[in-house]
């Protein structure tokens, strides 16, 4: 059915376990993939390293796939600064992965590697889509309900203004419309109580833009409503967006600290535990970020999916098939369709 | 040993389930109290429904105990505009007792009733202790720690400046240091990043002040620090805290739902599951809430406890307590002491 081929770059030196858990990501989508998905691979990194790898974990699938490695001397860091790459590291796998996306050899760019660099770098080479104020990166959260709510912004912009959170909106529905299937996603703006009076003059002014908008504005919602499942998407500044992203990472850890110290302490309690422990996994599993395998940066003209730097070869194949989907309903298009008429209507 | 009298005013209206939790926990206090301690408690409301619950729940133990009730008409909803005790509602409970206090015939008042009418109306009539810029209202968050967290501002103030910060790391050291019995109480200053140079102006600037201070700084922490317990008090402006406060108290909520859904799959579930309840009572005991029983508005001339309108009488026995031992600390006066001074000191 499709006839097109999705050429996908993936930074093989990004995640905490680069380039193991990358290579085994891409073997595991060339088992996976339909027989008429066309793909191309372009692994770029160390290239010793990354046969290293294919020598480790391919049973013989990838000599007949379709991929290729760049090789880059240059590896980026967690903890190098976000302007990095393009101040200093151009022959890094992030900046070349970038760069080759810009010039047309590929139609994404999938990386677990610094959040911070990736989107700067991102943002300057591939620019922004007409209409956006300034790109985002969204998370998912487990709710009580079938489908995760996606909350933006979780970091990217520190410090928002009204319009940026209209435009996140905006964005935030689109791709949950495409990628979930929801048909009019619930849009909240995070604050500190339901009635439209509260919150800080940025706050008021983005709740009557939503409101005087097209979108399906359910009104302000609090920092309970995101398990709860009350919106579909949640806009807030990305401080508060970030910090909470972290809290909620953190949570996971700390019941299993807890479950941990409680089992030990007798035996009962370690057989309990242990009878239980499938129980957990499964319950554990919709809190586990790996599995919605990355998030887009939105509004940047261009595809680059970024993951956790803990992200398993599940989560990399997820990333690069959320790719795949991303271009395939050519997000991007209505993103820019949508803020540049509403750029006409809203005056904003 | 204490020879002093200690009278606590208690909204008997404040909480979702007023007067009941309220009496009963009155109740509890009568039952468990030292014999040495001498206590007077003042419950304020309606005194008709005050007395019912006292027929329904006392076993005829108040009789021999020392307290009053004092009547009152009006009641503060929970959807109550924060200002309402002030402008319109002076003969609540809220008001009454919080005047009460201000006119020195009770040393603390209790409430589990709407926060920020209890906020508002306690800044405005007991005043700000002298020092501080703004009162704060914290809360305990738990950690893989043998202690809990205190993370201020939670809700009092959204916008915050450097210097406000500042204060509520001297209040918030002074506090666990007094209630928990920690020495140096470790302060993190919440942020997105560890690095000196992340946050806006008011948190550079902030992160300055903290510094230079001699309070334990420890540096920027982020959302994920906070359960892991690196910091044992973390500021954060109201809005964040608030979001953060709200999002964690729904997080077992959310483990419940999905815990139940997945008991009611099948039998088997539904036994294993049923069989770790008291495993789960008691690891969860530690993200309750009403376990730490309230907590104070910091900065005003007087002592005032607040608890979540959910609080159980165990938390009003609590919040009682509590507020007894603030008392007996001098907490305030130890919060002005280091605040004039850091005055002349930091010329901020």
């Given at each position: 059915m499709d006839k097109k081929k999705f050429r996908i770059a993936i930074d093989a030196m990004g995640g905490d376990f680069a380039p193991i858990n990358e290579v085994q990501g891409v073997i595991s989508v060339f088992e996976t993939k339909p027989p008429d998905l066309d793909?191309?691979?372009?692994?770029?990194?160390?290239?010793?390293?990354?046969?290293?790898?294919i020598e480790q974990f391919d049973k013989g699938l990838l000599k007949n796939s379709n991929y290729s490695i760049i090789h880059t001397e240059e590896v980026i860091t967690m903890d190098d600064d976000p302007t990095v790459a393009l101040k200093k590291k151009k022959n890094s796998s992030l900046y070349k992965g970038i760069e080759l996306h810009c010039q047309g050899y590929a139609d994404a760019f999938v990386s677990a590697g610094n959040t911070g660099a990736v989107l700067s770098t991102a943002t300057i080479l591939n620019g922004r889509i007409n209409g956006v104020s300034r790109p985002t990166i969204g998370s998912f959260f487990p709710t009580k309900n079938k489908y995760p709510s996606l909350v933006l912004d979780v970091g990217a912009n520190i410090d928002t203004k009204a319009r940026y959170l209209y435009e996140f909106a905006v964005m935030g529905s689109i791709y949950t419309t495409q990628m979930l299937g929801l048909e009019h996603p619930k849009v909240g703006l995070l604050n500190i109580g339901e009635e439209e009076s509260k919150g800080n003059d940025t706050l008021l002014e983005a709740y009557s833009l939503l409101k005087?908008?097209?979108?399906?504005?359910?009104?302000?919602?609090e920092g309970r409503d995101i398990l709860l499942g009350k919106a579909d998407v949640i806009v807030c500044d990305g401080f508060t967006g970030n910090v909470i992203l972290k809290f909620a990472e953190s949570v996971l850890d700390l019941f299993k600290t807890k479950l941990k110290s409680f089992a030990s302490k007798n035996i009962l309690n370690t057989i309990m535990l242990g009878l239980l422990k499938p129980a957990f996994k499964k319950v554990f599993a919709e809190f586990d970020y790996q599995k919605y395998g990355g998030v887009p940066i939105l509004g940047i003209n261009g595809v680059v999916i970024i993951g956790h730097g803990k992200s398993s070869p599940m989560a990399i194949q997820n990333m690069i098939y959320k790719s795949i989907e991303q271009i395939k309903k050519d997000i991007n298009k209505k993103i820019e369709y949508a803020l540049t008429k509403s750029i006409l209507s809203t005056n904003n």
């Open positions: 793909i191309e691979i372009i692994l770029i990194g160390n290239e010793n390293k990354i046969k290293a790898s005087s908008s097209n979108l399906n504005f359910i009104g302000n919602v």
